[in-house]
C-alpha cells in the first residue's frame, strides 16, 4: 500500500480505497483523489498542507470549519439541495482533529465534489459566475460568529509588502539591487497611493469583511451545466479590505497574457471579463457594500497589481525564497509582466470606473 492510502485511514472515511491519484497542480497544498470501491460511499480529496506557508494548521483547519459549517446553515436556510457539493465538507481524523501529522507533513481529507470542474481559462460568462459566486461568498460569512483570523498574517496588507521590500533592499542578499533601480523607482513611486486602503481602514473608512484572498477562477467548482457548485481553496479566508477580493480577480482573470508573460506585448486587461465579473460582482454584492467600497473596486485591481509586483520582485531581490520559479530570473519577468498589467490598468482607470457606475445600481 502506497504512502498517501496509508493516510487516508487515519480518518474518519468510510468504503475501500481503490485508488489515490494526484490531482490538479497547486502552487501551494498537493492534492490527491481517493477513490472508493461502493457506490454509496463518497470519494475524498486528501490534500497534503503546506505548512511553511500555513504556520498554524490548527488555527487554519478551525477556520475552514466555521466557513463551511457557516455556508452549509445558509444553505440549508435557502432550502438548496445536494448540499454536500455546494460547500467543502471537512472529515476529521480518527483522533477528532481537523487534520493529521504523520511527523512531517499536515494532512486534511474533504469528500470529493463529484462532477465538478474548475476552468483555468476564462471566458465572460464564467467571469460573470465567477463574480455572482464570489459576492455571494462574501455576503454568507458576513454574520459568521466565530472570530476567522489570519492564516498568513498581514497577507494582503500592502504597507506590510512593502515594508519587506524595503527589507530585501537593504539586505540585499542576492546582490541584485544595482541592477534593479528602475524598477525600484516604479515601486516607490507609487507607494503612497497604494498604501491608501490601509490608512482608511484606520480611519474608519472602509471596514474589513470577510474576504476569500484566492479568487481565481479554478477556485470555483462549476457543474456539468456550468452552474456554479461552490467556492474552493478556503486556506487564505480571512478578514480583509473587499477591494482585495475584487482587485485579485481581475489581476488574474482579466489579463490577456499570463502573470509571467515575457512578451510584454500580450499584456493588458481584458474589458470583457472586467465588465462581465463586475456585473457578477455587483449582483450578489452590492447589497452589502458601502458607496465608498464600491468606487474602490478599479483601484483594488491596481492595488493587487501592484501587491504582486512587489512581492515577486521582492522575492527576487530576496533570492527566490518563497515562490517555485522555473528558471534564473523568473521571478524578474513575472514582476515586469505585472507592472505591465498595472500600467494598462492605470490607462484604462476611468474606463473601469464607468463600469462600475452602471452596475452600481
Ligand atoms: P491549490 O492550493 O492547489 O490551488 P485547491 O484546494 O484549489 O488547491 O484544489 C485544487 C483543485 O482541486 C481545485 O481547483 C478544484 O478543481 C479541485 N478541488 C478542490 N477541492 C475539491 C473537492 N472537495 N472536490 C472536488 N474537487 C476539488
Ligand atoms: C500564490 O498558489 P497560488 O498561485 O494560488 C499566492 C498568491 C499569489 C499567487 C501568485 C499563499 O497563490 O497570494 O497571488 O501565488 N498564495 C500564497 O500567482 O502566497
Ligand atoms: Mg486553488
Redesign the pocket.
Known sequence: MDKQSNLIQHFQTEGTVVSVAPLGA???NDSFLVRTSETDKPDYLLQRINHH?FKDVELLQNNILHVTNHIRKKLIEKGEQDIDRKTLTIIPAKDGKLFYFDGENYWRVYLFIQKGKSYDAITPELAFSAGKAFGEFQSWLADIPEKIYET?PD?HNMEFRLEQFHDAIANNSAGRVGDSLKIIKEIESRAEEMTQVERMGREGKIPKRINHC?T?VNNVLFDEEGKVLCVV?L??VMPGYVVSDFG?FIRTGANTGA?DDANLDNVSVNMDIYTSYAKGYLGTARSFLKPIEIELLPFGARLLTYM?TV?FFTDYLNGDTY?KIHFPEHNLQRTKAQLKLLTDLEDKADQMQEVIKEFRV
Open positions: 497547486g502552487h501551494i506557508i498568513i497577507f484566492d481565481k481553496d486556506d487564505t485579485d502573470e504582486q512581492r515562490y
